[in-house]
């Protein structure tokens, strides 16, 4: 079993930048691939990015490309949102997602593992 744990969400002013992490409890995180996933009020949860569980492989949803960057250390159990040039759009609560399979994060599906969330305010 699998725990995650999100956290470094806040208010921030558009055009700022935030980072999130998200820890993860259990014995093979370099076994999962590790995503974020966001929902906006009044929104369907969306895909916003991941990576693979080596860390060579990423991918963005097209309206992040370019301003947030994905990263993890597995010495620490740890995978990392890093967000700039925020905009109001961006505001949302942010899940850590871990799945053995890379697939079932990229076309979210059957998702192994859910973190609870932080919440991000980007003010105009």
């Known amino acids: 079993q699998v725990q995650l744990v999100e956290s470094g969400g806040g208010l921030v002013q558009a055009g700022g930048s935030l980072s999130l992490s998200c820890a993860a409890s259990?014995?093979?995180?370099?076994?999962?691939?590790m995503g974020w996933f966001r929902q906006a009020p009044g929104k369907e949860r969306e895909f916003v990015t991941i990576?693979?569980?080596?860390?060579?492989?990423?991918k963005y949803a097209d309206s992040v490309k370019g301003r947030f960057t994905i990263s993890r250390d597995n010495a620490k159990n740890t995978v990392y949102l890093q967000m700039s040039s925020l905009k109001p759009e961006d505001t949302a609560v942010y899940y850590c997602?871990?799945?053995?399979?890379?697939?079932?994060?990229?076309?979210?599906?059957?998702?192994?593992?859910w973190g609870k969330g932080t919440l991000v305010t980007v003010s105009s």
């Open positions: 997602a871990a799945d053995t399979q890379f697939g079932n994060i990229r076309d979210m599906r059957g998702i192994d593992y």
């Open positions: 990576i693979s569980r080596s860390g060579i492989v990423t």
């Open positions: 259990g014995r093979s995180f370099s076994t999962y691939a």
